[in-house]
C-alpha cells in the first residue's frame, strides 16, 4: 500500500483519498428485482431518486456467489485469486481438516480500509454478522482514533481496543439484534448513521445479512418492508452529505420442488457409488455457522478425487441433470480467478434451481422454515450497483462489484 498525495494505492488500484463521508454498502443477497419492486410499491422513495438522480447499473459478483469470497473483493478490489478468499469454508490438504476462512492469516492482501486508514484518513467497518468483521477490519489500528470495526451480532462485546468504540449498543441506542431476523442488518444502518453523525469517518463500510432474501422473494411484503427500512437509512446518509454505492455480494433464487422440498444433487453420495466410499471428498464452501436458513446447500462445490482421474468423473458428472458447469481446477481457477490452493480437483456448478450437498444424512434442514431459497452458482452473480450521485464509467467496462470502491471514490461526478 503506498499513498502518493491525494491518491493512495491499494493491491495494484489508485483511489482518490475522501473528500466527503463515503459509504459503500453491501446488501446481502440483493439480486435484481428486490429494490424496484419496493419502489412500484411505493416503499422506496430515496432508492427511486438515487436511480433516478444518480446511478442504476448492473455488475458480476465473485464466483462462488458466496458472501465471504465477495465482501472480501469488495474490500480489496481484487478477485479471489488475490485475496486469497475463496469461501466460507474450505479443505486444508496440508492439516487434512476442514475449516471455516475467516481468520485474518487466510487473507493474503491489505484491505482498501486499512490502506485509507494508514493514509492517514477516519475509517470504518460495520457487518451484520461477526464471521466477516475481523477479515473485513484487518490491518485496522485502533489506537489511532481513527478507526471503528464492530457487528451487529456481537455490537454488546465491543470495546475500544479491539473495535475502536464501546457500549455500542448506548450509542446506537437499539438493542442487541436476533441473529436470525432483519433487526441485524436494521442495526448494521443505524449504526452507520450515528457514526456519521457522532465521528464522521471518510470512508465506511456496512453489510448486511441476507436473512429476508434467502426467506422471500423480491415485492413481498416482508422484503418490502425490508427494503423500506433500508431506504429510511439511505436518505439519513444522503441529508447528511455522503456519497453512497450500494452493491450485493450475490443473487438469490428459489432452490426447491414443487412440493417444496429442497431440489438437492448430493454429490457425495454419487462420489461414493461411483469411486467408493470416502474415496473422494467433497466440500461446499457456503458451509458457515449460520446454516439454518440455507442448510448448507449453495450453487457451487468442489471435490478433491484423491487418487481417482478428475477426467473420468467430469464425463459424468456432466451428464447429471441440473448441474450446469463441471471443471478442472486449472479451469475453474482460470475461468472464476480462484487460488488454486484453496480449490479442489475439481469445481461443479448447478442450475438457477437447483443446489449442491455432501450426502443425504449430513444435511440438517430442521431450520428451513420456508421453501429453500440460495446462491452460489452463474445464475446468481449478476447484482446491482446504485448510487445518489452520477458516475462516469469507461466505455465498454466489465463492471465488478469489487469496483464498488472505485466508482465511490473515483467515479462519482
Avoid at 2 to 14: E, M, P, Q, Y
Avoid at 24 to 52: H, N, Q, W
Wanted: hydrophobic share 40%; glycine share 8%; net charge negative.
Amino acid at each position: 500500500m503506498t499513498s502518493n498525495g491525494k491518491t493512495i494505492s491499494v493491491n495494484g488500484r489508485a483511489y482518490r483519498a475522501p473528500e466527503r463521508p463515503t459509504v459503500v454498502i453491501c446488501l446481502d443477497g440483493s439480486e435484481p428485482g428486490y429494490v424496484e419492486k419496493a419502489i412500484e410499491a411505493g416503499m422506496a422513495p430515496t432508492f427511486a431518486r438515487f436511480m433516478k438522480d444518480g446511478a442504476h447499473v448492473h455488475a458480476n459478483s465473485v464466483i462462488p456467489s458466496f458472501t465471504n469470497p465477495n465482501n472480501l473483493s469488495i474490500i480489496t478490489g481484487r478477485p479471489p485469486a488475490v485475496h486469497g478468499i475463496a469461501g466460507n469454508y474450505f479443505y486444508d490438504p496440508a492439516s487434512g481438516a476442514e475449516v471455516m476462512m475467516n481468520d485474518p492469516r487466510f487473507l493474503r492482501a491489505p484491505t482498501i480500509l486499512a490502506g485509507i486508514h494508514d493514509a492517514g484518513y477516519k475509517v470504518a467497518a460495520i457487518t451484520a454478522k461477526d464471521k466477516l468483521r475481523t477479515l473485513l477490519a484487518n490491518g485496522l489500528d485502533y489506537s489511532t482514533g481513527r478507526a471503528f470495526a464492530f457487528s451487529s451480532e456481537k455490537a454488546d462485546k465491543a470495546t475500544v481496543e479491539e473495535n475502536g468504540i464501546g457500549n455500542v449498543l448506548d450509542f446506537v441506542g437499539l438493542p442487541l439484534p436476533e441473529v436470525y431476523s432483519a433487526d441485524l442488518s436494521r442495526f448494521v444502518f443505524a449504526a452507520g448513521v450515528k457514526l456519521v453523525e457522532a465521528c464522521r469517518p471518510d470512508l465506511m463500510y456496512l453489510s448486511t445479512t441476507d436473512y429476508i432474501q434467502h426467506k422471500t422473494s423480491p415485492g413481498t411484503k416482508v422484503s418490502n418492508d425490508f427494503y423500506a427500512m433500508i431506504d429510511g437509512y439511505l436518505a439519513q446518509l444522503d441529508a447528511l452529505g455522503c456519497n453512497i454505492v450500494a452493491t450485493a455480494d450475490h443473487g438469490m433464487n428459489d432452490k426447491h420442488l414443487a412440493n417444496g422440498e429442497p431440489d438437492v444433487i448430493y454429490l457425495q453420495d454419487l462420489m461414493d457409488l461411483w469411486v467408493g466410499k470416502d474415496s473422494a471428498r467433497v466440500i461446499l464452501p457456503i458451509t458457515d455457522p449460520y446454516v439454518a436458513h440455507h442448510g448448507a446447500l449453495g450453487s457451487f462445490a468442489t471435490i478433491y478425487t484423491g487418487e481417482t482421474s478428475a477426467e473420468g468423473l467430469l464425463t459424468r458428472l456432466r451428464d447429471v441433470d441440473g448441474v450446469e458447469l463441471a471443471l478442472t481446477r486449472k479451469e475453474a481457477c482460470a475461468r472464476f480467478e480462484l487460488p488454486a490452493d484453496r480449490i479442489g480437483d475439481i469445481v461443479v456448478i448447478s442450475s438457477r434451481h437447483k443446489v449442491l450437498g455432501t450426502s443425504r444424512n449430513r444435511h440438517d434442514l430442521s431450520g428451513l422454515t420456508e421453501p429453500l431459497r440460495s446462491h452460489g452458482g452463474l445464475t446468481e452473480e449478476r447484482v446491482p450497483l446504485i448510487a445518489n450521485r452520477k458516475i462516469a464509467l469507461p466505455p465498454g467496462h466489465l463492471l465488478r462489484n469489487f469496483d464498488a470502491f472505485d466508482v465511490a471514490l473515483n467515479r462519482i461526478q
